[in-house]
């Protein structure tokens, strides 16, 4: 639990540095201006944080870094879930077998 206090901490920490990134375009955004295929790229079909800010904050870095944070927290939410899921349907037994023929204190 300490590590994935620690991995969660130091991703909100690096979202506080995301609005110094650079603007310039990512390499596949780079290659379809280089190549001339940008103009047929389609919107997603849906954004949950759209352009990576939110538009009712005024400050164009401020928003950039709450839409990092809420990303990060959203991530580790999801994940934490699936994984505490995952934990409690391993711990079951499966049907038909009691606790003690796992354990193999009660052999056939």
């Keep these: 639990m300490l590590l994935v206090t620690v991995g969660v901490a130091t991703a909100l920490i690096i979202t506080l540095f995301s609005p110094f990134a ?3 375009p ?3 955004e780079r290659v379809a201006e ?3 295929f940008i103009q047929t790229q389609k919107s ?3 954004e949950i944080i759209a352009d990576y800010a939110f538009p009712w904050v005024e400050n164009e870095k401020a928003a950039t870094v709450l839409a990092g944070m809420t990303g990060v927290l959203i991530v580790a939410g999801l994940t934490s879930g699936l994984a ?3 934990q409690r349907l391993g711990k079951r037994t499966p049907a038909g ?3 003690e023929q796992i354990a193999g204190n009660g052999r056939r």
């Design 44 to 46: 997603p079909p849906y």
């Design 84 to 86: 505490f899921g995952l």
């Design 22 to 24: 650079s603007s310039s």
């Design 26 to 28: 990512d390499g596949l």
């Design 97 to 99: 077998t009691s606790k």
């Design 34 to 36: 280089d190549k001339g």
